[in-house]
Nanobody
Framework: QVQLVESGGGLVQAGGSLRLTCTTSGFDFSRFNMGWFRQAPGEERQFVAHITWSNYISYSESVKGRFTISRDNAKSTTYLEMNSLKPGDTANYLC????????????????WGQGTQVTVSS
């Protein structure tokens, strides 16, 4: 079955960096677009970044210039490199497989991981 497992979260000071990893299985990763979202307690899931199967990339305005999404099709894995982290970046970060529809809407994603918690202290 389709599985997505995130890792790499943790506690970091403002200005620090983290690299998140999303390892997938159960489908042909190289043929799917992938996305990263984040969700803080009491808030809706927020789009972070998207990468197509052909490596076309999009970011939310709030992370552009600080975060980098990438993928390794041989490893069926997508990454999110996060630099210059701010307290406002604190959230549970989830990766997801893009099924259809616009890339920045959570409704367009058909499979999700459980997420990895990122906490940025000031």
């Amino acid at each position: 079955q389709v599985q997505l497992v995130e890792s790499g979260g943790g506690l970091v000071q403002a200005g620090g960096s983290l690299r998140l990893t999303c390892t997938t299985s159960g489908f042909d990763f190289s043929r799917f677009n992938m996305g990263w979202f984040r969700q803080a307690p009491g808030e809706e899931r927020q789009f972070v970044a998207h990468i197509t199967w052909s490596n076309y990339i999009s970011y939310s305005e709030s992370v552009k210039g600080r975060f980098t999404i990438s993928r390794d099709n041989a490893k069926s894995t997508t990454y999110l490199e996060m630099n210059s982290l701010k307290p406002g970046d604190t959230a549970n970060y989830l990766c997801a497989r893009h099924g259809s529809g616009v890339y920045y809407s959570a409704s367009g994603y058909d499979y999700w991981g459980q997420g990895t918690q990122v906490t940025v202290s000031s």
